[in-house]
Structures are given as structure tokens and as C-alpha cells.
């Protein structure tokens, strides 16, 4: 039973009941700072120097020919895109440790003395010539396993020594050719000691970037973002192929298995995928062979729609250097975390080592504050934080 309570105490009590309840919040009573974002939340870039995206080539070096090679170069450097080209280091069986060239002779200048040289090697000594001044202009060579045809563990140990003999380091990237034909690669006979084809112990002694020639080394088929591997749930890695082979370093590539070549570069690179790798702070990792398909016959230059489009794509802030710097950045950036605590964040770098120009994307245009001073976005939203040493953590709160 309720106590009697004069009828003045019960209207006061009613009025303090209701000074007592919070009213609902009106968006506009949030006090400034205090508002919780929704998602897109703060994260962390990939990539350094507030590049929105992150681009490069990694060529198969079937076709290889330097004179074919050379203007295509030209463009690239030109438009400051700085590629991973592969490279065979022994002539192949059929080149006959280079008597080949007696049938890929022909009057200097003819169509045949230009095109008909393929997967000419690091052995011959003006293709030799032709990748370390490539390396010296910035781009990066790659191995594209010994040769042609399928190398035994012995063509393998000897290849990775001449290659450090020749650029005074080991490959930090490494294609493997057709896994169906040549038995070195992984999924043929490379992964299995007793094979005289055995790789894996090689590899794993000198641990450069590997790409396995299998169905994990593109994107699905399916994907409709082929052309963008960080849209694909996973990559640039490929774990399953890491804990399938027991090599720490596995990646895929952007494209699919037909035509990887100028013509497939145009369709796959239109203006609008490019436009999409940008908006969405996107990696591509081009699967192609520098082939004729990049030249035009005639001026034995690089094809106008080509030499376009890669003007179009360096137009824009991308990040533009070779696979294994790009390679490189994300494994370390795979540990540095950034946590969001209410109105704070904090930014932690994992790794033994320090990490270069990392940035911090702003969601919706606000600034991160510490006692050393207000860290506003730049128009693309991010945040330049600088040099995390290692084992730092830095502790912003949020204001705008
Ligand atoms: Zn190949």
C-alpha cells in the first residue's frame, strides 16, 4: 500500500524525477569532439607519402628480348613508373647454350632480326648489360627461374649464385614459369625432396618474394576486382600457398591468365578501373609479358593507347615503384595496428624494425591531437604521422 504523501510533495517530487532523466540527445547537443564515428573508421594507409594507391608491373620474361625491351622502358621511365622485370639467367636447352642466335640471324634492321629473339638470358652478355643499367635506373630484376625449360636443384643453386654474382645481391623477387611444363615449380615436382627438380630448399635459403605458377597465384576468375588485389579479400599474399609449401613469402598478382599483355593491359587498365584502384586506396600488381603486343610493329615503339594510358595513370598520385618494395611495406604494415579507445587513437608499430612515412586515414576530415601539437588531414584524408620506430606507440585523442 502506497504511503499518503500531501499533494504539494508529490507534484515536487514528480519535478525532480524529470530534472533527474537525461533527455534523448539531439545531434546538435553533441559537445565538439565527442561525436563517435561511424564506420568508415580511422585506419592506417599502406602506403607511404599519402599515395592513395600503389601501383606496378612484374613481367614474365618468356619473350624477353632487351632491343624489345628498351623502348618500352623509355615510357616507363618517362612516366617515373618504376617496374619488376623477371629474367631467365641460362639460355634454355633448345638456344643451345646461345647457337640460337645463327637462326635468329637476319639482316640488321628486318622484322626477324627484332622479333624473333625470345627468353634471351642473363648469360648473354649484352642482355646482361641491358638489366643491370635497368637496375641502375631504378627498376627491379627479378628471376624467372634458371630457364625455359625445367632446372634441377643444381641449375637453381647455380643460377642464384650467378645472379648475386651479377647484381651483387640474390633476387628479391622470383617467378616461376609454367608450372605444367617445367618440374621445378612448387606444384610440380619443387616441393618434393626426393625430386631431382627439388626448389623448395633453395628458395627457402635465400627467402626472395616467390610467385607460384598455380590457382592461387591470380585472383579467382570470378572476382570482379582482378584488377585490384586490395580488394581481394587476402592478398597481396597468398597464405594458404605459405602454410601449402612451407615458403614464407608468397604473392599473387593482378590480371588474368589470357592475354596478359598490351592488349589485356588496356582492357583490364581502363581509365575507370584506374580511377577505381585510386578511389579505393587500391594495389595492382600487373601480370603481363612485355611481348610485341606492346609495340607497334612499325615504329618498334611503345603503342600509342598504351603510351596514353600509362600517361594517364602517372597523372595521379600513385604509389609507383617495383614488387618488392611494394611487398616489403605491407608485410611490415601488416603490424602496425591502430586501435580506436572512445575519443583516442592509438597507433603501435610491432615490428624489430622502423617503418617509414606511415599515415592515418581520417574519416570525415578530422585531426588527431597529442601534447606536440593538432595533425590535420591532407584533401585525401590522410594523416602523416612520419617514422614509427620500433616497438612505438603513439596516442592521439580526436578532435576536429
Ligand atoms: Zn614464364
Known sequence: MAPKLPGILIRL???????ALPKPLQTDDVP?????????????????DAHPFAFTIVSDADSSYSRRLAPLFEEFDSDRLKITVTAFVFWADWAKKGKIWSDWAAPAGSERAFFAPVAVPLED?????FYLGLAARGHEVGMHTPSDNSDTTEDLARAFVRFEEIFGHPPSVYVEHSGQSNKETLENEGSDPRSRYYSLGILNR??????????????RRSNPRYFDLAAVKGPPFTDDAVR????????MRTGKWK???GDGFLEWYSKANIDALEAHRGLA?????LNEKWLDRKTRK?????????????SKDGWFVPAGTILDRIALMKKVVLRREDLRVIVENRNTSAVASVSVISPKGRSLCNETGVFRPRATGDILLGELQAGETRRFGICR
Open 125 to 129: 652478355a649484352a642482355e646482361r648489360a
Open 13 to 19: 517530487a514528480a519535478v525532480g524525477l524529470a530534472l
Open 285 to 289: 600488381i600487373v601480370y603481363t609479358h
Open 244 to 251: 601449402h609449401y612451407g615458403i614464407p613469402k608468397v604473392f
Open 206 to 219: 635465400y627467402r626472395p618474394w616467390v610467385w607460384v605458377d598455380g590457382s592461387m597465384a591470380l585472383p
Open 32 to 48: 565538439a569532439g565527442s561525436r563517435i564515428d561511424p564506420v568508415p573508421e580511422w585506419r592506417l594507409s599502406l602506403y607511404p
Open 259 to 261: 592475354s596478359a599483355d
Open 302 to 314: 611503345m603503342r600509342d593507347p598504351l603510351r596514353a594510358r600509362l600517361g594517364y595513370l602517372a
